[in-house]
């Protein structure tokens, strides 16, 4: 149901489908999620979800996938693994989700760009605290915040959103200074994509102190438009300063190129969707 900047951004960058090995895909097709163009990457950019419940043992050979294998298949075993465990990790037992952590965490630490990207995105998901704080988080395992702060200082874009995406859907509070001068810095040079991201993080880590930060941009004709830069500030501005900008994503839930993110964050309001 989510696309996030970081989904569109690898869209345009080129980011297809990866070939899988044919036994993920049947326990993919057991629990009925649909792999559009057979690509495990497309379905969890599309937030697709299983239709049929996730038991003891759904997740088993995609967590055995991801922490034995290697190239394409554990890409697309990590794929699998956050559409099954789903997001916060709700249908992985403790173990599972220990670990599971742990070989997202060497993902994000591997010498593929695309590995280190696809780990930490998957981290994000599974991982992600509740929008309430009474929802609780799930444990992030040791060396998960240095390793995607690691990943923020990479030189390509899409790892540096990936990182920030991890840390924002973690509510990560130690990540919301770096987070704010990122967004300056990437203002500064013209990368809107980026600077979007940030803000959307800061937005989904919801600390008083990004507050006076959104209320700039809230009046700045910078935010303006109908990307999904200009999307994701709306998020921020409901978020955090609960100022009606919900009617903007209702709104582009009806708009075909944007309903997708638009309602990923409808959802994450608890908001209605048309």
Request: hydrophobic residues 50%.
């Amino acid at each position: 149901m989510r696309r996030t900047l970081l989904a569109l951004l690898l869209v345009m960058a080129g980011g297809g489908a990866a070939s899988a090995q044919p036994i993920l895909m049947e326990v993919m097709a057991r629990h009925g999620v649909e792999l559009p163009g057979r690509s495990f990457e497309v379905a969890f950019d599309e937030g697709r979800v299983p239709t049929v419940p996730v038991t003891a043992g759904s997740l088993a050979t995609p967590l055995a996938m991801l922490s034995a294998g290697g190239g394409s298949d554990r890409m697309a075993a990590a794929y699998a693994f956050g559409i099954l465990a789903g997001r916060s990790a709700k249908a992985a037992s403790s173990t599972e989700l220990a670990a599971a952590g742990q070989a997202l965490l060497r993902m994000i630490a591997a010498e593929d760009r695309r590995t280190r990207v696809a780990g930490a995105r998957v981290a994000g998901r599974v991982l992600a605290a509740s929008p309430d704080a009474r929802g609780g988080r799930p444990p992030v395992p040791a060396g998960m915040t240095d390793g995607l702060f690691a990943l923020l200082n990479q030189a390509t874009d899409l790892e540096q959103l990936a990182a920030m995406d991890a840390l924002g859907l973690m509510r990560d509070t130690h990540a919301v200074a770096a987070l704010t001068e990122r967004y300056a810095f990437y203002r500064e040079r013209g990368k809107r994509a980026l600077a979007g991201g940030a803000l959307e993080a800061l937005a989904r880590i919801g600390d008083a102190s990004s507050v006076a930060l959104i209320t700039l941009v809230a009046v700045d004709p910078w935010a303006q438009g109908r990307d999904a830069t200009a999307l994701a500030v709306a998020f921020a501005r409901e978020r955090l300063l609960k100022d009606g900008s919900v009617v903007i994503l209702q709104q582009a839930a009806n708009d075909r190129s944007r309903r997708v993110q638009a309602r990923g964050y409808l959802d994450e309001l608890g908001a209605p969707i048309p």
